[in-house]
C-alpha cells in the first residue's frame, strides 16, 4: 500500500502519519493511504494566489479558453488510463464515460464559449455606459475582470472527473488558480487526472493544486477575494459555510448538497 500524494506549492508530496484508507472497491484490497497531516496547506493558498493567479490574469479570455481545449484533447488521448483507475471505485465502463468523457466534454464546452463570446482581452466591458448625471459629466461601466484569490473546491466520491473538470473550467476561464480536494473514497483518480493535466505542461504553475486528504486549517485562512465551492453532504456543507472565517471575510461559498442513491445487493 502506497500514500496517496497530493500536489502542493509545484511539487508531489506525502502527508505524515497512516491516514485514512482507500479500498479497492471488488476485491476490498487496502490501495492507498491519504493524509495531509504536516502538509503546508495554508501556504499552498497563498503560492496560488501570487503564482497561478497572476499567471491566469495575465492570459487573455480567448487563450485561457484554448487552454481549456487543448487540456482537454490531452486528457481525451490518455483516458484509457483514466478508465483503468476508475474501476477500482467499483465504476462501470459506463459509469466511467460519463464521469471522464463527460468532464473532458465540459473543458470543451467552456472553450467554445470563451472563443465564441469572451474577447481577446483580460477585461471584458459588461454593458454600455451608464449615465449618472442629467448633462452627462459623470457616467460608470461595468467591467469584469479575474479576481486575486484562489478557488478552494470540495468535490464528491461518485464523480472525481468530472466533478472536478465541471468546477474547474469556468474558474481557469475567469483567470482564477484552483485548489482540488476531492473526495477521500476516488481520490486516485481524480490525483491521476491532475496528473496528467500536469504532465501536459499546458496550464501555469500554480494553476492547479491537489490536497488528497482533509483541509486542515485552510478555512483560517481564507480572506476575501477567495471563494469555495462544496460538493456533498449536506451536514458537512452546512458545517462549512457556517465557518467563522466564510462570515467574517464574506467568502463566497457555493454549495450543492446531493441526494444519493444506494442499491445493495446479497447473494
Same mark, same amino acid.
Given at each position: 500500500?502506497?500514500?496517496?500524494?497530493?500536489?502542493?506549492?509545484?511539487?508531489?508530496?506525502?502527508?505524515?502519519?497512516?491516514?485514512?484508507?482507500?479500498?479497492?472497491? !471488488?476485491?476490498?484490497? @487496502?490501495? =492507498?493511504?491519504?493524509?495531509?497531516?504536516?502538509?503546508?496547506? $495554508?501556504? %499552498?493558498? /497563498?503560492? *496560488?494566489?501570487?503564482?497561478?493567479?497572476?499567471?491566469?490574469?495575465?492570459?487573455?479570455?480567448?487563450?485561457?479558453?484554448?487552454? !481549456?481545449?487543448?487540456? @482537454?484533447? =490531452?486528457?481525451?488521448?490518455?483516458?484509457?488510463?483514466?478508465? $483503468?483507475? %476508475?474501476? /477500482?471505485? *467499483?465504476?462501470?465502463?459506463?459509469?466511467?464515460?460519463?464521469?471522464?468523457?463527460?468532464?473532458?466534454?465540459?473543458?470543451?464546452?467552456?472553450?467554445?464559449? @470563451?472563443?465564441?463570446?469572451?474577447?481577446?482581452?483580460?477585461?471584458?466591458?459588461?454593458?454600455?455606459?451608464?449615465?449618472?448625471?442629467?448633462?452627462?459629466?459623470?457616467?460608470?461601466?461595468?467591467?469584469?475582470?479575474?479576481?486575486?484569490?484562489?478557488?478552494?473546491?470540495?468535490? @464528491?466520491?461518485?464523480?472525481?472527473?468530472?466533478?472536478?473538470?465541471?468546477?474547474?473550467?469556468?474558474?481557469?476561464?475567469?483567470?482564477?488558480?484552483?485548489?482540488?480536494?476531492?473526495?477521500?473514497?476516488?481520490?486516485?483518480?481524480?490525483?491521476?487526472?491532475?496528473?496528467?493535466?500536469?504532465?501536459?505542461?499546458?496550464?501555469?504553475?500554480?494553476?492547479?493544486?491537489?490536497?488528497?486528504?482533509?483541509?486542515?486549517?485552510?478555512?483560517?485562512?481564507?480572506?476575501?477575494?477567495?471563494?469555495?465551492?462544496?460538493?456533498?453532504?449536506?451536514?458537512?456543507?452546512?458545517?462549512?459555510?457556517?465557518?467563522?472565517?466564510?462570515?467574517?471575510?464574506?467568502?463566497?461559498?457555493?454549495?450543492?448538497?446531493?441526494?444519493?442513491?444506494?442499491?445493495?445487493?446479497?447473494?
Amino acid at each position: 500500500m502506497q500514500h496517496l500524494t497530493s500536489y502542493i506549492m509545484g511539487k508531489w508530496a506525502t502527508g505524515a502519519g497512516e491516514g485514512r484508507k482507500i479500498f479497492h472497491a !471488488l476485491t476490498n484490497e @487496502a490501495l =492507498y493511504a491519504v493524509t495531509t497531516e504536516e502538509l503546508p496547506l $495554508a501556504q %499552498s493558498l /497563498q503560492y *496560488g494566489r501570487d503564482v497561478g493567479g497572476k499567471a491566469l490574469a495575465n492570459l487573455t479570455f480567448q487563450q485561457r479558453g484554448e487552454m !481549456l481545449k487543448a487540456v @482537454a484533447r =490531452y486528457l481525451l488521448a490518455h483516458k484509457d488510463e483514466l478508465y $483503468a483507475i %476508475s474501476a /477500482q471505485t *467499483g465504476a462501470t465502463k459506463s459509469d466511467s464515460w460519463v464521469d471522464i468523457e463527460g468532464g473532458i466534454g465540459t473543458l470543451f464546452s467552456y472553450a467554445g464559449l @470563451a472563443s465564441r463570446e469572451l474577447p481577446d482581452d483580460t477585461v471584458w466591458s459588461e454593458d454600455e455606459m451608464i449615465p449618472l448625471s442629467k448633462q452627462g459629466q459623470f457616467v460608470a461601466r461595468h467591467i469584469l475582470t479575474s479576481r486575486r484569490g484562489v478557488a478552494l473546491h470540495i468535490n @464528491a466520491f461518485n464523480f472525481p472527473c468530472w466533478g472536478m473538470l465541471e468546477k474547474l473550467a469556468p474558474t481557469w476561464l475567469a483567470g482564477m488558480p484552483a485548489i482540488i480536494k476531492p473526495a477521500t473514497a476516488s481520490a486516485q483518480v481524480t490525483q491521476a487526472m491532475v496528473a496528467l493535466i500536469l504532465e501536459s505542461g499546458l496550464v501555469p504553475e500554480g494553476a492547479i493544486q491537489l490536497i488528497c486528504g482533509g483541509v486542515g486549517d485552510m478555512f483560517d485562512h481564507l480572506d476575501f477575494e477567495d471563494v469555495v465551492t462544496f460538493t456533498g453532504s449536506a451536514s458537512t456543507g452546512q458545517k462549512l459555510k457556517s465557518h467563522p472565517r466564510i462570515n467574517q471575510k464574506s467568502v463566497p461559498f457555493t454549495m450543492e448538497a446531493d441526494s444519493l442513491n444506494c442499491a445493495i445487493l446479497g447473494s
